[in-house]
């Protein structure tokens, strides 16, 4: 599992407006699995090697550092920085 790549990709969105906006794109309409497949393959796309399973697992073992940063749950990845961005599916 590549925890550091979520993180990673997380705040990479969390500075990167189009990025930001490729994941909204991407995730339109969809719902569960077939978001975080959607957000994967934008990862993908961007050099980041996760699945849609490890952004899954990923909201059940943030610690609660980790929350602070990189809030996530029931069906959304929420994305600290300088916009708080919160993309959910």
Do not use: C, P
């Not at 930001?20 to 994967?40: V, W, Y």
């Amino acid at each position: 599992m590549s925890k550091e790549a979520v993180l990673e990709f997380v705040q990479k969105v969390s500075a990167d407006e189009s990025l930001e906006a490729e994941i909204e794109t991407a995730i339109s309409g969809k719902q569960g699995s077939d978001a975080a497949n959607a957000i994967a393959g934008v990862g993908a796309k961007h050099g980041y090697t996760f699945t849609a399973e490890e952004i899954e697992a990923q909201r059940e073992e943030l610690s609660d550092e980790d929350l602070e940063e990189v809030a996530g749950g029931g069906g959304s990845i929420g994305i600290g920085g300088r916009r708080g961005v919160n993309i959910r599916w």
